[in-house]
C-alpha cells in the first residue's frame, strides 16, 4: 500500500469530519434470528449475496470509501496503525474491515504500537531469488499470523509487478523481471497469508514500474505485450494465490488511470480472468466518481490524499441521478463480502480472538528465506566459505556494525532495535532509512575464532590501511531504494565503489557483500575474488550472511533479473528526471502526463530483451554459483496426459550437499517466433555424488503468443526449441519438438 505519510492537519477539519461521519447503524435486528450467510457449508457468493440484501444504504456505502484512521475522529480503529478501517455492522455480525501494510511483514505505521515485534522478512526481490514457491507460502504465512494476531483482516501485499525499469524505486517490493517466477512466488505468498483467515491483495495492477512521476507515468504498450509478460505474472499470481483483493497502481496504462481503466478492470480482470473479487485503488489515486465507478473500481482507498471523497456524497448523488446503477453499488459490496466469507474472515471473527505468535519461529523463518535468497555471483579461487580460524578479519562499511538495511515507504518494517536514519523526503512523501537490528559483524564475530574488526570506512585512506594487514576483508557495500523515488542510476552510491577499488588493491583477500534494492554496476569486479549479492536480507540478515560466509549455508539464489554490464545495455538507458515529474500520491505537481514507451521492448522483458539484442549482461537472470558444481544430463519433453512436461537428471558433482535450480527455457525461431522465456524451474537438494530425476511442468501460455482478436493465448503449429540450463545465458541441453497448433491457459 502507498499513502502520504504527512499529518492529518494538512487537510481541512471540515473535510475529516464529512469522510469520517459514521452513518446511524441500526441495533442488532432480533427479526435475523435465521441468518443463512452464517452457515460455512454454504458458499461465499450465496452467503454474501443474502447480506447485501439485508444492508441498508448507509451500510453499504459506508464500505465503499474511507480514510487513514486517526485517532481523534470518530472512525479511529482500536488497531492502532491500521492504513483504513471500515466499520463493523453488528447487527449482522459482520466486523470491522481493517486494513495494513504490506508484504515483507506487519508494518506500524506512526509508531502507534510501541514495542511492536512484528518481524521483518527479506524483500519480495530476494524472496524472487530463492526460486521457491512453497518458501514464499512459508513466509506469507509469517506476514498472515501476525497481522490477525493484531486485529487486522486484509493485508496490503502481494506485489506482483514485473520489474522492467531496473532502477525502479519499488524493485526491492517485487519478485523478478520474469512473468512465470513473478506469479508463482507472489500467488504463494498470497496464499501464505490467506490461509491464516484474511485477506491478502495483489498489487500494484498493473506495469507499476517506475517510482519517478508516478502518478503522472503512463506505461504505453500494445495489448499483446501486455498480456504475455506484465498482465500474465498477475494473471498467475491471481490463479495461484485466489487473493481476495486487488489494489490497482498510481500509474496510468495507455493513457487512463489504472484506477479507471475499463480495459484492465472490467475487462482483463473481471470478464476475462473471471475475478469475483473487490478492486480497491491506492491510497490517493482515485481520480473521477462514476468512470471510476463505471470502469470496475469498487473501493476508494485513502479518500482524504484525493480531492474529493468520489465513492462517497458524489457516488450516492450519482446513484439518485440514475448516472450509476444501483445494482452496481450492490455488486461492489458483494465483491467485499464475498472475498471476506472466501477466506474465513467473518467465521474468524465469530470465534476467539488470539494473539498467540511465536516471534523466534518466524524469525527462523526470515533467516531461511535470506540464507536460500543470497546469491554467490563469484568466487575466484574457492576463497569461500571461509575458515573460522581466520588470524583477523576486517569488516567494513554499510553500518553493519548495527544492522542490515531495508527499502523504504509504506512496506517499511521497524523492529524493535533498528536504526532509524532520515531517508528521502520528495514533495511531502518523507521514508525512513531502516537497518534492521541484525549486525553482520556480530554474526560474524560469533563465526570466526580470531579478531574480527570493523571500520565504517567512510575514510576511505584509513579504511585501506586497515586492510593492508587483514587475512580476509569484508567489504559491505548497499543501495537503499525506497518508495516515490527511483534509484539515480545504477551504481553504487557515494564513494562506495572508490572504497572498494581501494580495498582490492591492497588486499587480494577482498569479499563484497552487496545490500541492494535491485541490480547494480560493478567496476571493480576484476579486482575482486569473491562477490555475494544479500539484498535487502530482513531479520536475521546478519547471521545469513555469516552463515553463507563461512559455509554452514551453502549459496542457491537465483538472481531474479540481470544485472547490465551499463545503463546503455537498458531499453531506456535515460531515466526520468525526478525533479521534473515531481509528484504526490493522488495528483502531479507539475507538468502532464508522461509516456513512457514500453513498446521498445514489449514482452521482452529483462533477460528477453538481452536475448534479442544480442547483449551479454554483467550477469544473467537465474545466475548463481554454489560451493559445490552440478550437472545436467537426458533432457526429455513430452507430454502426458494434456500437460506438456520436462525431465532432466541433475547431479551434485561436487564434494559438498547443495541445492540445484534447473531451469527449462522455450524459444520459437522465426520472424513470427520469440526469444528464450522461462517456461519451467525447480529446485533440488542432491547430496554429493547424487543424482535425480527432475520432472517439471511447463506453463504453455509461455509457449503462446496472445491473439487479441480472439482473445486467448494460442500455440502455432511449429517446431519450438526447449533449452535446459543453470541462467538465461547459456544452454546446457537442448532438444527440439514440433507442438501443434491449440490454444493455451487455464
Known sequence: MDRLKRR?????????LSLAAAPTRPQADPSLEHRPWQGPEVSPDLRAESIVRQMTEDEKFSWLSQLLPVPSLPSASSQPGAAAYYQPIPRLNIPARIENDAGLGVTNRGDTRPGDDATALPSSLLLGATFDPALAREAGVVVGSEARARGFNVQLAGGADLIREPRGGRSFEYVSEDPLLTGLIAGQSVAGIQSQHLVSTVKHFAVNAQENGRVMASSDLREEALREADLLAFEIAIEVGQPGSVMTGYNLVNGEYASESDFLINRVLKRDWGYAGWVMSDWGSTHSTEKAVLSGLDVQSGAMLDPAPYFGRPLQDAVAAGRVPRARIDDMVRRILRSLFATGVIDAAQKP??????????????????????????????????SPDARHILVIGAHADMGVISGGGSSSVTPPGSL?????????????????????LSAIRSEASGVVSYVDGTDVAAAAQRAHDADVVIVFAEEWRTEALDAAGLALPGHQNELIEAIATV???????????????MPWLDKVPAVLEAWYPGSAGGEAIASTLFGKVNPAGRLPLTFPMDEGQLPRPTQSDPALMASSPGRPIKGGIVRIPYDVEGSDVGYRWFARQGLNPLFHFGFGLS???????????????????????????????????????????????????????????LEPGESRRVTLPIESRLLARYDVARGLFHIAAADYVFDAGEDAGEAILRMSLHLDAADAGK
Open 507 to 521: 588486499n587480494p583477500r577482498t569479499i563484497v557483500v552487496l545490500e541492494t534494492g535491485g541490480p547494480v554496476t
Open 8 to 16: 492529518a492537519g494538512a487537510m481541512s477539519l471540515t473535510i475529516f
Open 627 to 685: 560451493y559445490t558444481r552440478f550437472a545436467l544430463s537426458d533432457l526429455s519433453v513430452e507430454r502426458r496426459e494434456g500437460a506438456l512436461l520436462a525431465s532432466l537428471t541433475v547431479t551434485n558433482v561436487g564434494k559438498q550437499p547443495g541445492t540445484d535450480t534447473p531451469q527449462i527455457y522455450v524459444s520459437l525461431p522465426g520472424p513470427a517466433g520469440f526469444v528464450p522465456r522461462l517456461a519451467a524451474f525447480g529446485r533440488v537438494r
Open 353 to 386: 480472538a488470539s494473539n498467540a505468535v511465536d516471534p523466534p519461529a518466524h524469525r527462523l523463518v526470515a533467516r531461511k528465506v535470506a540464507e536460500s535468497g543470497i546469491v554467490l555471483l563469484k568466487n575466484a579461487g574457492d576463497l569461500l566459505p571461509l
Open 420 to 440: 532509524r536514519l532520515p531517508g528521502s523526503n520528495l514533495m511531502g512523501f518523507g521514508t525512513e532509512k531502516v537497518y534492521h537490528p541484525s549486525s553482520p
